[in-house]
């Protein structure tokens, strides 16, 4: 598709926000729209900035994303007689790097930090934070990948990995709870999901006996899931920490 394409499917994609958002101001609250221009504007900069980061997702992260998997898991780099999980291992080191990378790179994350920082009155910090979430996200998509290359279940992992969070959140301190959440939620935005996606197919499409429907998928929910457990787990050290200093 060509570049004026993908900016008309933006415009389309984009402009159900700007009718919300606009129709709610002057239909329901009967208020005029303060700062018209630069609301326009800004409208205008994220509809072409969008346009122009799905297209480079597309036409290099995606592509380079199933390449690196399947150059990985060629039998010219690892060997013919790689049947052990444990031959992988450069792939468990690209997924977590990936993962830590493109969690860092995500302005859903930053977008999130920020505001929990302003919030707080600064005591949650914008850096910890992002790079709290992104391990948590290195470590779910290493996991992941692990699921891909053995051909567990994936019930297995999601099962367990939501009884760990809700005995995680029966014991967090209350204020952090909804945070860490969203900070699941947010991981799974425009940087994180081509990449990840990339990862999931390259890897089921390259090692025998994996489908691509059923094990190239999934790479998602440890995203999302393992970062809400990194960030409740680093609050809880934290406040260990904290009362054994007292």
Do not use: H
Request: hydrophobic share 55%; net charge positive; no cysteine.
């Amino acid at each position: 598709m060509n570049l004026m394409g993908n900016f008309i499917n933006m415009f389309w994609d984009v402009m159900p926000i700007a009718v919300v958002l606009l129709g709610f101001q002057i239909i329901i609250l009967k208020q005029k729209i303060p700062y018209l221009k630069k609301i326009i504007t800004g409208f205008i900069l994220v509809w072409i900035g969008l346009t122009l980061f799905i297209v480079g997702l597309e036409k290099a992260l995606f592509p380079l994303g199933k390449l690196m998997a399947q150059q990985l898991t060629s039998s010219n780099f690892i060997g013919n007689d790689a049947l052990n999980w444990k031959d992988y291992y450069w792939i468990y080191i690209f997924a977590a790097s990936i993962g830590f990378a493109t969690t860092i790179a995500e302005p859903a994350l930053l977008a999130i930090a920020i505001k929990a920082n302003q919030v707080s009155g600064g005591f949650i910090k914008v850096w910890p934070l992002r790079i709290v979430v992104a391990i948590g996200v290195a470590v779910g998509i290493t996991i992941g990948s692990f699921r891909i290359i053995t051909g567990l279940p994936l019930y297995y992992f999601i099962i367990s990995g939501y009884v760990i969070v809700l005995i995680q959140t029966y014991f967090a301190p209350k204020n952090i709870i909804a945070l860490a959440y969203d900070s699941g939620g947010v991981t799974t935005s425009t940087v994180t999901v081509p990449l990840v996606a990339a990862l999931g197919l390259g890897l089921a499409s390259t090692i025998d006996g994996r489908s691509t429907l059923i094990d190239g998928f999934g790479l998602i929910a440890f995203a999302s899931l393992f970062p809400i457990m990194s960030v409740m787990t680093y609050v809880q050290i934290m406040k260990f920490l904290k009362q054994n200093k007292k």
